[in-house]
């Protein structure tokens, strides 16, 4: 049976937006979830591997007498540290992945009534490579004026630390509604900031009300996804205490310490996907209560059938 098309070029109330982002996933999840991976297989490894030099040398690290492999000691902070670069530029090209592929995914979805091709999604990112790679450096840049700012905010208690969620929200849907503008209409990078920007700050409120909302959901979505691994660890090193197991030069230890950072990491990296799937679903709303285009497209058609 085929899955119910969402029309997404609707003029929405809030609570309406939400639905239609669960609708969307409830509909598309599986199909979704299998291009995702397909896309995101090398960042899974490479995750993977990060987790593990990153635990073996932090472990390294606390207890000095780390043992790898046959035996051979090892430098542990050369572990730790590359570990960290390795994660960190993982995260990098991993955004730009996620950003890409979900905007690229849901603008397919709507321009074909709900029929995703896996290849028309690469030739999407193909076509706007120039633009992505600009504004994921532009969007640098503006993380690292967030950041100062945010080490200002840091001392004005309470305030300060509603003003950095909201900042950091505002960023959010800031960055995602670019990406969309990116995708839909093939947009360059000024046009699309100036939409992107537009959309954010002409419905502030909604926006940051939506980039909360969405957020609190998918941290759930990521508490659940790592709530297994959590669990296996604390049994672990409960027990492990109990029977006086040294931690720090265990190899089980390792395994296990690797397999939840990497499923925390995977579920970060997941979930801040599904978030620009959800600034895509506000995106077209915004769109289509400034445009009106899906309202007079469906007003013509009454008129020829008439």
């Not at 982002?21 to 090398?42: G, V």
């Not at 690292?144 to 969620?165: D, E, R």
């Not at 960055?175 to 046009?191: A, C, E």
């Not at 899906?294 to 020829?304: A, F, M, S």
Request: net charge neutral; hydrophobic share 50%; charged share 10%.
């Amino acid at each position: 049976m085929n899955k119910p098309y969402i029309e997404l070029h609707n003029r929405n109330s809030f609570g309406d937006i939400v639905n239609v982002y669960f609708d969307f996933l409830k509909h598309n999840f599986k199909n979704y979830t299998s291009i995702y991976l397909r896309y995101n297989a090398i960042s899974i490894i490479l995750s993977v591997i990060a987790s593990y030099l990153l635990v073996t040398g932090f472990l390294g690290l606390a207890s000095r007498d780390f043992r790898f492999g046959m035996g051979n000691s090892v430098d542990n902070e050369f572990y730790f540290f590359a570990a960290v670069i390795i994660l960190f530029i993982i995260l990098f090209i991993t955004s730009l992945i996620n950003y890409s592929f979900s905007s690229a995914y849901l603008s397919e979805y709507a321009n074909n009534k709900g029929i995703v091709d896996s290849k028309n999604i690469w030739k999407r990112i193909k076509q706007n490579i120039g633009a992505i790679v600009l504004f994921i450096f532009l969007g640098f840049g503006m993380y690292i004026v967030y950041f100062m700012i945010s080490a200002v905010l840091t001392f004005i208690p309470f305030i300060g630390m509603l003003a950095q969620y909201g900042i950091s929200f505002l960023m959010s849907a800031l960055f995602g509604l670019t990406f969309m503008s990116i995708f839909s209409d093939n947009k360059g990078i000024g046009d699309a900031i100036s939409e992107g920007w537009g959309f954010t700050f002409s419905n502030f409120g909604k926006v940051l009300l939506y980039g909360f909302v969405i957020g609190i959901l998918n941290l759930l979505i990521n508490v659940f996804i790592i709530s297994f691994p959590s669990y296996l660890i604390g049994f672990y090193v409960y027990f492990s205490a109990e029977s006086d197991i040294d931690l720090m030069s265990s190899t089980l230890a390792s395994i296990i310490f690797t397999f939840g950072f990497a499923i925390f990491l995977l579920s970060f990296i997941y979930t801040q996907a599904l978030s620009q799937i959800a600034f895509g679903i506000l995106y077209y709303n915004l769109y289509e209560d400034k445009y009106n285009v899906y309202l007079r497209q469906k007003i013509e058609e009454i008129g020829v059938n008439e």
